[in-house]
């Protein structure tokens, strides 16, 4: 294991104390909805293995995260990201896998309930995020060496996966958002799970 993933480790680890104690205060139901909801994308990545980059995953963390809260949104992503990969392959990259997943989730309550445009571009520049991220891990495992010319050349060659991701989110977002949201909150799992 490289520092970089020791460093990546930690901080999910205190990522997962800081927001334990709001994960918590869901509940039972709550915390089985988060469980459900990490089924439900870890199921979606699996089944479009095939085309790379193109998934419901990352729309359900986000939704889970609008619906729920960060924590829940947290929890989901690294999750769906560890579960996942049990069947689309484990290695050094799942554990960045879980951290960007982990933190679209957190970040996803505020702009996933704002507008529509908002909650657009929001899953629309993770899908960038998310990309030029999974690139680092190539430079922090040591594989190559990292400079400002590899880090550009590994974002162009990824191009193309990496809008296949942002343009699945923001395609997603765009056709179900309001309505997946709506019924995630009529839920008996999820209902009062956020006050």
């Not at 619906?67 to 554990?95: D, E, Q, R, Y």
């Amino acid at each position: 294991m490289t520092m970089a993933e020791i460093i990546i480790l930690i901080i999910l680890g205190a990522i997962m104390l800081g927001t334990s104690k709001s994960f918590l205060r869901l509940g039972i139901k709550g915390m089985c909805a988060v469980a459900i909801l990490a089924a439900l994308a870890s199921a979606g990545r699996t089944l479009f293995l095939s085309i790379p980059s193109v998934q419901p995953a990352s729309f359900i963390i986000m939704i889970c995260g609008a619906v729920l809260g960060n924590s829940a949104g947290f929890f989901c992503g690294i999750i769906t990201a560890f579960i996942s990969s049990l069947f689309a392959g484990i290695g050094p990259w799942t554990i960045y896998q879980m951290f960007f997943w982990g933190i679209m989730g957190l970040l996803s309550y505020k702009p996933m309930n704002g507008k529509l445009y908002l909650r657009i571009t929001y899953g629309f520049i993770w899908g960038f995020i998310f990309g030029w991220g999974m690139n680092m891990w190539w430079f922090l495992a040591g594989m190559m060496p990292l400079t400002p010319e590899t880090f550009a050349a590994s974002c162009i060659s990824s191009f193309s996966f990496d809008l296949a991701h942002a343009l699945t989110n923001a395609g997603l977002i765009l056709a179900f958002s309001g309505w997946g949201m709506r019924l995630l909150r009529r839920l008996p799992l999820t209902r009062g799970a956020i006050e």
